[in-house]
């Protein structure tokens, strides 16, 4: 079953050829980009210029931060405890690197 706009926005579209709205557009006649992902493009076209990051690259920052953190701390439970933290953030940057690379 169609969306029940769609003989709406096909006459729209076929007035706005007639029109010529859709001549000289950039990139008329050219390739369109390649596309890893096509179904969810416009999503991650969003959050690329949203400055949004990969998940894996948000995770390598908070393991910096947990790097530089247990430098500066001398307590030794919560070293042991940032020890632990930054092991379990080697595992989940792994399988986010290998479920981005998919």
Same mark, same amino acid.
């Given at each position: 079953?169609?969306?029940?706009?769609?003989?709406?926005?096909?006459?729209?579209?076929?007035?706005?050829?007639?029109? +010529?709205?859709?001549?000289?557009?950039?990139?008329?006649?050219?390739?369109?980009?390649?596309?890893?992902?096509?179904?969810?493009?416009?999503?991650?076209?969003?959050?690329?210029?949203?400055?949004?990051?990969?998940?894996?690259?948000?995770?390598?920052?908070?393991? $910096?931060?947990?790097?530089?953190?247990?430098?500066?701390? +001398?307590?030794?439970?919560?070293? $042991?405890?940032?020890?632990?933290?930054?092991?379990?953030?080697?595992?989940?940057?792994?399988?986010?690197?290998?479920?981005?690379?998919?």
């Amino acid at each position: 079953m169609d969306h029940p706009l769609i003989d709406l926005v096909n006459a729209r579209i076929e007035a706005a050829e007639k029109d +010529g709205a859709f001549d000289n557009l950039a990139g008329a006649g050219k390739p369109l980009p390649k596309c890893e992902d096509p179904e969810n493009e416009l999503v991650n076209r969003l959050v690329r210029e949203s400055g949004g990051v990969p998940e894996f690259v948000s995770l390598s920052r908070e393991l $910096q931060r947990l790097r530089a953190e247990l430098r500066e701390v +001398g307590d030794r439970s919560r070293r $042991q405890e940032i020890l632990k933290e930054m092991s379990m953030m080697d595992a989940r940057i792994e399988i986010a690197r290998k479920a981005y690379t998919k």
